[in-house]
């Protein structure tokens, strides 16, 4: 049986406020770009580091309401399946290393640490580590006691040990 999880609406709340945000700083920025490149008033250095700023801007927006709002994990009997922006990565229960912390954007968050995986998509960011990390406290404020954290205990008990 497939269970899936999204953001809590505490995580929503948090992503659409920092996305309006990164919005606002994107029209903001575009509205400056756009008077960059049809006036003088800007230096060369400006002209060209106002559309990089911008871009960055854009990305962030995008990811911060897809984080919020699309971004799921999935737990069967095989494994756990994360999709996030840019890549799905599948690991079994028995590659699930440990559970632990790390700084997930803009926040420590409590997950699964995984040393194999299978990547279901083509990522567009490089695999930069060595071992996978899978938020778990975006999907659950107290993941532990939730039923995440129960069904994480009947698939993995080695990493409650």
Known sequence: MKTQYFATSKQKLFYTILGTFFLAFSVLFGYVVVESW???????????????????????????????????????????????????????????????TNWDGFYKSTGLFASDYSMKKKSWLPNMFKETFIPLSIFSSNWSDSDLGQQIKLYAPHLFA
Not at 46 to 58: A, E, G, H, K, N
């Open 38 to 100: 049809f006036t003088n008033a800007f230096e060369a250095f400006y002209r060209i580091t106002s559309p990089l700023i911008f871009l960055i801007s854009v990305s962030w927006t995008l990811r911060c309401f897809y984080r919020g709002y699309y971004e799921k994990i999935t737990l069967s009997e095989r494994g756990v399946e994360y999709n996030t922006l840019g890549y799905v990565v599948d690991i079994k229960w028995n590659t699930a290393k440990r559970l632990g």
